[in-house]
């Protein structure tokens, strides 16, 4: 849910809290899931072998556990700034292959933390990509009825913005798009 509040004078939408928190401890939870099968799942593909196995059909399919936790933390990266680049543009807003937002998910849920800072900048570049995606919904969501607002269409992306702003602490980026941190 969304919340108005009011800030010098001019409408200002803030998360709740408890929905910031449920998401940020569900995400956490499933990243600490990860990182014990990325133990048992040491090899790292990277360079030819990704190139191989990763083409951008991929993105048509929800990603494969397996494959996710094998990524080296390089390839995650890359990873993502193809899919923010490529699959995220504006102008294929409306083509967008559901399982997009899967990638997005399993992708930051096997980032080690801490984020070195030029790959923050790609996370920062998806937290963007996802607001822009999800902000028709941002301005209808309904605070009274959030399980409602969770079948729209971009909802997942509101989601992911959430989550690039809270757990991996961009909340500057709330500020881009008219949003307050309500922590």
Avoid at 26 to 35: E, G
Avoid at 69 to 82: A, C, N, P, R
Avoid at 159 to 183: A, K, M, N, P, R
């Amino acid at each position: 849910a969304v919340v108005s509040t009011q800030s010098t004078g001019s409408k200002r939408l803030s998360f709740p809290p408890a929905l910031i928190n449920k998401q940020v401890h569900k995400f956490s939870k499933l990243r600490q899931y990860c990182s014990r099968m990325q133990k048992l799942h040491p090899n790292k593909l990277q360079g030819e072998e990704l190139e191989l196995t990763i083409s951008k059909k991929t993105f048509d399919e929800q990603p494969c556990l397996s494959l996710v936790l094998s990524l080296s933390q390089v390839s995650v990266f890359e990873l993502l700034d193809y899919i923010q680049e490529i699959c995220l543009s504006s102008e294929e807003k409306s083509r967008i292959p559901t399982s997009v937002s899967s990638w997005i998910f399993s992708l930051l849920c096997v980032i080690d933390k801490p984020v070195p800072m030029d790959y923050m900048a790609i996370i920062r570049a998806v937290g963007r990509r996802c607001a822009v995606l999800s902000s028709d919904l941002l301005t209808s969501l309904d605070p009274k009825d959030l399980n409602a607002s969770s079948d729209e269409p971009h909802f997942q992306y509101l989601v992911l913005f959430i989550l690039v702003c809270h757990y991996f602490q961009q909340l500057d980026l709330l500020e881009e798009f008219g949003l307050s941190s309500s922590l």
